[in-house]
């Protein structure tokens, strides 16, 4: 409670939860943990980051020793830290939501009011890069995976994709897109049983003549994604609906069908690869596009891949 000995007292609990001995804290939980969720909201950064990580080696290591209501104090003081004016900060307390997705699902419902506003929110934001969107992604893959009530997999894909189908609001960045696009792969990979499903009603969205330039760009995308890892050549109309995206009017929706064509070819070299180069040797028009592809395929794809 000292403000000098703060954060040394909660680098040092950090150690002591994550040492080999096995030292029982116990004793010390109930009135510890509500204190280290009250330093969340302190005007100070180092002492939020270090207790982030103090309370993500506590769910780990003491899970069986944790009450619902220590949790749900946590929990309360995380909304304000999952902001794209710290991404770092945003990004620890990402990473300890998965934790506790991992660890507590039962705790999960609790985070379907502000806490997951503010993480569509920051799934939005052109500034989510890097580690922050790693540890994103690997949120929503253990969140969809609990059986949570209202978080399944339908259920998160709306509330990742929703804005762009309502039309009301276009996103500004591209960025975005992109974002949005791989946290439904990621959903997806955890889910595979949906996936079928889902890259069909994607394609749909491509070829749809209603489909605003946004949509195409979000379904083109999304496609790439899921491709990456995903093996979608058994979508056989895919390579021609991407093709014809090459002649949109939109540059970003033909940008967009490039990289989907060289990120979906990654899923699977050997069917994709050789269409590709075939291709650029017969589309003269379109090379500058497919050699877009290429470049993709090459700078994705593994060495060994190749």
């Known amino acids: 409670k000292n403000e000098i000995t703060r954060l040394t007292t909660v680098k040092a609990l950090s150690l002591i939860a994550g040492s080999p001995l096995k030292i029982d804290l116990r004793p010390i939980l109930g009135e510890g943990v509500p204190i280290l969720a009250s330093f969340l909201r302190k005007n100070q950064r180092a002492l939020k980051l270090g207790t982030l990580s103090a309370l993500d080696i506590l769910i780990k290591n003491y899970s069986d020793s944790l009450t619902t209501a220590m949790i749900d104090a946590v929990l309360d003081e995380l909304p304000p830290l999952i902001s794209e004016s710290d991404m770092h900060v945003s990004q620890m307390a990402i990473s300890f939501l998965t934790t506790l997705a991992k660890v507590y699902p039962s705790s999960l419902s609790k985070i379907s009011g502000s806490n997951l506003n503010e993480l569509i929110g920051l799934v939005r934001s052109p500034l989510l890069q890097g ?3 790693s540890a994103m992604l690997e949120f929503f893959q253990a969140l969809v995976v609990t059986g949570t009530v209202s978080l399944g997999y339908m259920d998160l894909l709306r509330m990742l994709t929703g804005p762009v189908y309502a039309q009301s609001t ?3 960045h591209k960025q975005s897109y992109y974002s949005i696009a791989k946290c439904v792969a990621a959903l997806t990979r955890a889910c595979p049983k949906e996936g079928p499903a889902v890259v069909g009603q994607f394609i749909q969205d491509v070829k749809n003549s209603r489909s605003t330039d946004s949509i195409r760009l979000l379904a083109l995308l999304s496609l ?3 491709g990456h890892h995903i093996d979608l050549s058994g979508q056989l109309e895919l390579k021609t609906v991407i093709l014809e995206a ?4 939109s540059e970003e929706v033909k940008s967009a069908a490039s990289y989907a064509l060289g990120s979906i070819s990654v899923g699977n070299l050997p069917e994709y690869l050789p269409f590709v180069l075939q291709e650029i040797t017969s589309q003269p028009k379109r090379q500058y596009l497919l050699l877009h592809s ?4 090459i700078s994705s794809a593994s060495v060994v891949g190749l």
């Open 224 to 226: 790439g994604e899921v």
């Open 294 to 297: 290429l470049k993709e395929i």
């Open 131 to 133: 580690g922050a969107l």
């Open 170 to 172: 276009a996103l500004t």
């Open 246 to 249: 090459f002649s949109s009017s």
